[in-house]
T-cell receptor
Framework: GAVVSQHPSWVICKSGTSVKIECRSLDFQATTMFWYRQFPKQSLMLMATSNEGSKATYEQGVEKDKFLINHASLTLSTLTVTSAHPEDSSFYIC?????????????FGPGTRLTVT | GENVEQHPSTLSVQEGDSAVIKCTYSDSASNYFPWYKQELGKGPQLIIDIRSNVGEKKDQRIAVTLNKTAKHFSLHITETQPEDSAVYFCATKRGNQFYFGTGTSLTVIP
């Protein structure tokens, strides 16, 4: 099946610094990628949707200047958390749909655990 | 927008028994209904899905049923095993957007 990877799997950073998370589709072209945030024992909260070569569409309440999303190629999307604060600590998950897949399906990455100290 | 409700939030069953998780949704335009299994510290994995033109789908011990009129769909796991213990999420899709339920933590007791 379609494989999506994320890097890093976990990261610890200090308050005020920025951290970049990569999401890659390994065996298909991801025309659309989604970024989710998940708090402990809660559901996935969609942060933004990005289409290759276009600006990301952010959900209401998500600060686009804080969570920078770049979908520059059909296999890579990045999420940069700028000026991170402890409240940004969370589990970030990407997913992708795209060419060669059913229109209906999305495949998730393994997630990135971000801890801001 | 779509509102997806999922019940129960926690479920414990004895190994070998069946487990049923139910979801309701509000938007009749939703046309795809996947179920995901998420293990601790990992991303969700698709385990079964159903499209709006089908009422039931089965894959070995897992089945999903859909009632479009009543706007609800259910996940059925038979002959549960300890490795089925995880959090399960239902979801709906309308257009390019997915909407997730709140999750069910399933524990299978050996």
């Amino acid at each position: 099946g379609a494989v999506v990877s994320q890097h890093p799997s976990w990261v610890i950073c200090k308050s005020g610094t920025s951290v970049k998370i990569e999401c890659r589709s390994l065996d298909f072209q991801a025309t659309t990628m989604f970024w989710y945030r998940q708090f402990p024992k809660q559901s996935l909260m969609l942060m933004a949707t990005s289409n290759e070569g276009s600006k990301a569409t952010y959900e209401q309440g998500v600060e686009k200047d804080k969570f920078l999303i770049n979908h520059a190629s059909l296999t890579l999307s990045t999420l940069t958390v700028t000026s991170a604060h402890p409240e940004d600590s969370s589990f970030y998950i990407c997913s992708a749909t795209g060419a060669g897949l059913s229109f209906y399906e999305q495949y998730f990455g393994p997630g990135t655990r971000l801890t801001v100290t | 927008g779509e509102n997806v409700e999922q019940h129960p939030s926690t479920l414990s069953v004895q190994e070998g028994d069946s487990a049923v998780i139910k979801c309701t949704y509000s938007d009749s335009a939703s046309n795809y209904f996947p179920w995901y299994k998420q293990e601790l510290g990992k991303g969700p994995q698709l385990i079964i899905d159903i499209r709006s033109n089908v009422g039931e789908k089965k894959d070995q011990r897992i089945a999903v049923t859909l009632n479009k009129t009543a706007k609800h769909f259910s996940l059925h796991i038979t002959e549960t095993q300890p490795e089925d213990s995880a959090v399960y999420f239902c979801a709906t899709k309308r257009g390019n957007q997915f909407y997730f339920g709140t999750g069910t933590s399933l524990t299978v007791i050996p």
